[in-house]
C-alpha cells in the first residue's frame, strides 16, 4: 500500500512537472545563457 501511494505521488509530481517544465525550461535555459555569458565576457576581459 506504501508502494502505491508513492506511485500515486510519483505521477502527480509527474503530471506537475509537465505543466511547468515548459516555463522552467524557458527560464533556466535564459538563466544559463546569462550566466555562460557573464563568464565568458568576464574571461575574455580578464585576458
Given at each position: 500500500?506504501?508502494?502505491?501511494a508513492?506511485t500515486?505521488?510519483?505521477?502527480r509530481?509527474h503530471?506537475t ?6 516555463q522552467y ?10 550566466v ?5 565576457k568576464?574571461?575574455?576581459t580578464?585576458?
Amino acid at each position: 500500500k506504501l508502494c502505491d501511494a508513492v506511485t500515486v505521488n510519483q505521477r502527480r509530481a509527474h503530471r506537475t512537472l509537465t505543466l511547468y517544465s515548459y516555463q522552467y525550461r524557458l527560464f533556466f535555459g535564459a538563466l544559463a545563457t546569462f550566466v555562460c555569458n557573464t563568464f565568458f565576457k568576464a574571461r575574455f576581459t580578464t585576458k
